[in-house]
């Protein structure tokens, strides 16, 4: 039997271990099932007001014992975390066989990489096997995988698409998706890669790999210009994408298999691509709807562009000259104490840049990032959590949601156009994170060194 040794990449301690360094999980957003049923999607301590919102990072509520994680993954309702001891703990909106509607853990096996998808968890273990938790996607009618060469290292999933890595770099796809243009019901290399992939992506409906040179390659549906190759175009077929830099780590929307818009217009609801490049540049291709793009200084609902190629964020700004600016995040506080607000931006204390450049993010190295239906996170080596795009029902995190008339909730244009550090997560280094349509969920522990925090501690303002 070919065994995998045991390492688990940590990005934002920038290291492999073959015993993790663990958090606990927190929850914010949206977390009740649609329709306000009684059954929360995410279980937490506290926090949560009578509309099912939690506004700021809140304990997930395990029940008895403090399992510390070291992972987390969600989409499309269906959650799933690693603990440090390489055990699979899942929950879901509905029972999907092995995944109940409680989290608990539902595997011992070392774990070595977990995704999820519609209604299951694929795990990689360390008997070289990809296993499906709960409910198989079409057309697949095993549970149970080997990879057809080499051993199973890496695996994502998003709706019913799965793609898997192997130790040779070569990328497998099974299950269906829109970017695959047909279903797989065993791992089926994906063609014309023309080198071995070290990190990739699979979202509601386009994919993504950097390969061991640097370079980038993104296929599925177009939409908002999300395969950064210029156009809208679909391609079932890999594309190269331009950005003049190493790339290391990318990522694709989760969360939104059918948006609200089509995306075929500038500006409207679609899909993105999020690149991370070897000097910790965040790059973004596609949708900028509500500030998704990260290219604007001033609150945006429907911008006249988005982005066709990859930007780097942190670069020109879209508006620099609009007069009378509407500030969102952080940049709000700019009129009070500007260096702090400079800070919570990833700024440098210059500001904005006199040549028209927002300087987003420029002052931080970015090591790992999420996209997610209407809102984005991306995590910094230091620790900290930014979060942008729409803020309402609390899934940003950010202060900005309850700036509303006497410190109520913002009912409307909550929108995000600044990547904004978490306030309520300040004191705690977020090593971990999985966003979906609603809500966000990160993985953190206490920048103190002592083993955990109460969850209190961290929401100890967020009363109603």
Not at 386 to 407: V, Y
């Amino acid at each position: 039997k070919a065994t995998v040794s045991v390492l688990y990449w940590q990005p934002s301690l920038n290291t492999m271990s073959s015993s993790p360094v663990g958090g606990v999980l927190y929850a914010f957003g949206k977390i009740t099932n649609k329709g306000g049923t009684s059954q929360p999607l995410v279980p937490l301590k506290g926090g949560v007001d009578a509309a099912g919102d939690c506004p700021y990072p809140s304990e997930v509520d395990f029940g008895k014992g403090s399992p510390m994680f070291t992972k987390v993954v969600a989409d499309s309702g269906t959650f799933g975390c690693i603990d440090t001891s390489g055990g699979t703990w899942g929950w879901s909106s509905r029972d999907h066989d092995e995944i109940t509607t409680s989290p608990k853990m539902i595997l011992k096996d070392s774990t070595i990489d977990l995704s999820a998808g519609y209604g299951f968890l694929a795990a990689v273990l360390s008997n070289n096997t990809c296993v499906i938790l709960g409910k198989p996607p079409k057309p697949l009618t095993a549970k149970t995988f080997k990879p057809p060469t080499g051993t199973f290292t890496k695996c994502d999933a998003s709706h019913e698409g799965i793609l898997l890595l192997n130790n040779e770099g070569v990328l497998f796809q099974l299950g269906s998706s829109t970017a695959f243009g047909k279903g797989y019901s065993q791992p089926t290399p994906v063609a014309h890669l023309p080198t071995s992939v070290v990190s990739f992506s699979i979202g509601s409906v386009h994919c993504a790999a950097a390969l061991q040179d640097g370079s980038l390659f993104c296929w599925g549906e177009g939409e908002s210009g999300c395969l950064g190759s210029g156009d809208r175009k679909a391609s079932v077929t890999p594309l190269p994408a331009e950005i003049p830099e190493k790339v290391i780590s990318v990522a694709c929307t989760k969360g939104q298999p059918a948006a609200n818009r089509t995306g075929k217009k500038p500006g409207q609801e679609g899909p993105r691509t999020h690149a991370i490049t070897e000097s910790g540049s965040l790059w973004i291709a596609g949708s900028t709807h509500k500030g998704l793009g990260a290219d604007h200084l001033n609150k945006v609902l429907f911008p006249s562009h988005d982005h066709l190629k990859f930007y780097k964020v942190g670069g020109k700004a879209a508006d620099p000259n609009v007069p009378d600016k509407i500030y969102t995040g952080a940049a709000e506080e700019l009129k009070g104490d500007s260096k702090a607000a400079c800070n919570r931006m990833g700024m440098t204390d210059e500001g904005f840049g006199i040549d028209g450049s927002t300087n987003y993010l420029k002052d931080v190295k970015i090591v790992e990032t999420a996209a997610a239906h209407i809102h984005s996170a991306a995590l910094a080596s230091d620790g900290r959590l930014f979060t942008w795009g729409c803020g309402s029902n609390g899934r940003t995190g950010l202060l900005a949601f309850m700036r509303g008339p006497g410190g109520s909730k913002r009912t409307l244009k909550c929108y995000v156009s600044t990547p904004t550090a978490v306030e309520k997560l300040d004191d705690m280094f977020t090593m971990s994170l999985a966003i979906g349509k609603y809500w966000t969920l990160a993985i953190a522990r206490p920048r103190d060194g002592t083993r955990r925090k109460s969850s209190a501690a961290v929401r100890k303002t967020s009363t109603f």
